[in-house]
């Protein structure tokens, strides 16, 4: 994006990015911090859900090199996790997002993604459940099976993307990134760079926008995007994604089924040997971001609080950022967004998540698992 392009985006954006007073310290945030847990290379949690779970507390955390663990946060004990697949370690691949089915209560069913090696030095994620066995001994997911993978297999180590959320349609949405390959995005021959959807055994979900196209692409329920480190669905139903751009042109986006997202077509940032992508613009066939950071902020999760323990915070994003070390807050308002707040929390943040009790917990990619609370005001 050129200068002149990038002043003039900067003003249209400016109520929505740049508000005055939107940066603050944690010190001042807020919220309190207190540590729980600490770990080596942490990626992503869930908690337990459902009144069946012996351990309403319990959490599951993963670590990019290949372990799972079973967390209590009241107090941060923590149990590592048996039966979890092999999985490839290199560059940003590794054990990425862990997911309690929505029926755990019943079938205590936990989804994993995870970067698998293929041939000639390629390798792709994959998605997985098994069953977790929480009786005495070691916690250990038994049975299991891989159900979906990124196709195809490429070599490189970056944009594996692979987070998972489950919709109020009882369905499986899952992204899968580009692989920093670009031009995927675009293909209807491959599911990169894509947002899919799925049922819980991995099979493409009926009704799916490109089903008519056959093969693969009837996996897909959005297409032309590069590596989409956030999802969640909001109260009302819709879905939000946040996505990494290139050199700037970080992304929240409103997933609407059928959409193309621009990538590697259209971004509001540049490539990162300075070449210019044509910025999002009216007309161009593209749907464009709801919200986007200049410079970047490497936003690598994507929370929609539904708690009641931050006041005025129910509906609203909370979003982790890796290179801008920031917790940001996003205000949403049916299919509109407005940004809020911004935190420095001094340290990567890789993943939120909400807690039954309405506390909001963040894993820092430096290891610590911590708890944010209302700070009382006196």
Request: with cysteine; charged share 20%; glycine share 16%.
């Amino acid at each position: 994006m050129s200068r002149g392009v990038m002043q003039v985006a900067g003003l249209l954006m400016i109520a929505a990015c740049s508000a005055p007073g939107a940066t603050s310290a944690a010190k001042d945030a807020p919220f309190k911090i207190a540590e729980v847990a600490s770990f080596s290379t942490p990626w992503a949690m869930d908690f337990l859900p459902g009144s069946g779970v012996p351990l309403t507390n319990a959490a599951l955390v993963s670590e990019r090199d290949g372990r799972l663990w079973l967390v209590d946060v009241r107090n941060g004990n923590k149990q590592g996790v048996g039966g979890v697949p092999r999985v490839h370690v290199a560059g940003q691949g590794g054990l990425g997002d862990v997911v309690a089915d929505p029926d755990f209560a019943g079938n205590r069913r936990v989804y994993l993604t995870f970067d698998e090696a293929g041939p000639n030095g390629t390798s792709g994620a994959a998605l997985g459940y098994g069953t977790l066995e929480l009786g005495e001994g070691q916690p250990r997911l038994t049975g299991f099976r891989i159900i979906w993978r990124q196709q195809p297999k490429v070599q490189g180590d970056g944009h594996f993307s692979h987070r998972i959320a489950f919709g109020p349609d009882g369905l499986l949405y899952l992204t899968s990134g580009e692989r920093q390959k670009f031009e995927p995005a675009q293909d209807f021959d491959g599911n990169l760079g894509k947002v899919l959807r799925l049922t819980k055994e991995g099979a493409p979900a009926p009704g799916n926008p490109f089903a008519a196209r056959g093969g693969v692409a009837a996996q897909f329920w959005t297409i032309g995007h590069r590596n989409l480190l956030g999802l969640a669905f909001a109260p009302d139903g819709r879905l939000w994604e946040t996505e990494m751009g290139p050199k700037g042109g970080d992304e929240l986006n409103l997933i609407v089924a059928g959409k193309n997202y621009g990538w590697p077509r259209a971004s509001n940032g540049s490539n990162y040997d300075g070449s210019d992508i044509p910025d999002h613009k009216p007309g161009d066939g593209y749907e464009p971001p709801k919200l986007w950071w200049n410079p970047s902020i490497s936003p690598a999760g994507l929370l929609i609080y539904t708690g009641d323990l931050f006041k005025g915070w129910k509906g609203d994003a909370i979003i982790p950022a890796l290179s801008g070390e920031a917790l940001i807050r996003v205000v949403i308002n049916g299919d509109q967004a407005r940004k809020a707040d911004q935190w420095d929390m001094g340290e990567r943040i890789r993943a939120a998540d909400q807690g039954p009790d309405g506390a909001i917990y963040l894993l820092e990619d430096g290891g610590r698992l911590l708890r944010l609370t209302p700070r009382i005001k006196p």
